[in-house]
């Protein structure tokens, strides 16, 4: 099992440049969430999905971020236009129905310039 | 107030030494209860879950108080390795279908030589 894997590991960005994190799941998971973790505030739900449908995004800061999952093996983390407050880590989690188990990629490491 | 709230540390003590972190939820419909442990600069992963009883895995004991709407963890003969932050997370679980983890900001240990 190669486990949630995103991609960037990190990126370095231009504000008002657009950034595309990428996440892949473990296959079989359901659920799919993507988090932003900061010193300041900590680890903080932006979106979720479940069964490819986004199920609660009220955690999304503002119009600039959109999230997508256009199947079960895939989902991308859109900001645009970036600003230098988005600098902070994304992560990306799977679990499945029935298991309180969440599974936590790598992260991406944004910079905002 | 923060829905789960943890000492944030740090706690530095030297290897051997028992230590104990607490966290606080303000929710009393809570469901579900885990310790999560994040390295520095990785990803968070599951230490623990917490039962009503409390549970032992190994050098580690979990404890809930539904009462006082508190868990612990109790870290015996702390190794070098143990060092990271420790994670509290909340599961609110509603009809059978899994809301998000609320996570706790951390609580940052270090053991010394």
């Known amino acids: 099992d190669a486990g949630v894997i995103q991609s960037p590991r990190h990126e370095v960005t231009e504000m008002g440049q657009e950034v595309t994190l990428r996440c892949k799941p473990i296959?079989?998971?359901?659920?799919l969430f993507w988090y932003r973790q900061t010193m300041m505030r900590g680890l903080e739900l932006l979106i979720y999905f479940n069964n490819n449908v986004p199920i609660d995004d009220s955690g999304m800061p503002e119009d600039r971020f959109s999230a997508k999952m256009p199947n079960a093996s895939f989902s991308t983390l859109k900001i645009q236009p970036s600003e230098p407050r988005d600098s902070a880590v994304y992560f990306c989690?799977?679990?499945?129905?029935?298991?309180?188990?969440?599974?936590f990629g790598s992260g991406t490491r944004l910079t905002v310039v | 107030r923060k829905e789960v709230e943890q000492d944030p540390g740090p706690f530095n003590v030297p290897e051997g030494a028992t230590v104990a972190f607490n966290c606080t939820y303000s929710?009393?419909?809570?469901?579900?209860f885990f310790w999560y442990r994040q390295d520095c600069r990785k990803e968070p992963k599951l230490l623990m879950s917490?039962?009503?009883s409390g549970n032992e895995d190994g050098r580690f004991t979990a404890q809930l108080n539904r009462a006082s709407q508190y868990i612990s963890l109790l870290i015996r003969d702390s190794k070098l390795s143990d060092s990271a932050t420790y994670l509290c997370?909340?599961?609110?679980?509603?009809?059978?279908?899994?809301?998000?983890?609320?996570f706790g900001s951390g609580t940052q240990l270090t053991v010394l030589p």
């Open positions: 917490v039962y009503s």
């Open positions: 989690a799977s679990k499945i129905t029935g298991d309180y188990g969440y599974t």
């Open positions: 296959s079989g998971h359901d659920y």
């Open positions: 929710n009393s419909a809570s469901q579900s």
């Open positions: 997370v909340v599961i609110d679980t509603f009809s059978g279908s899994a809301r998000q983890l609320t």
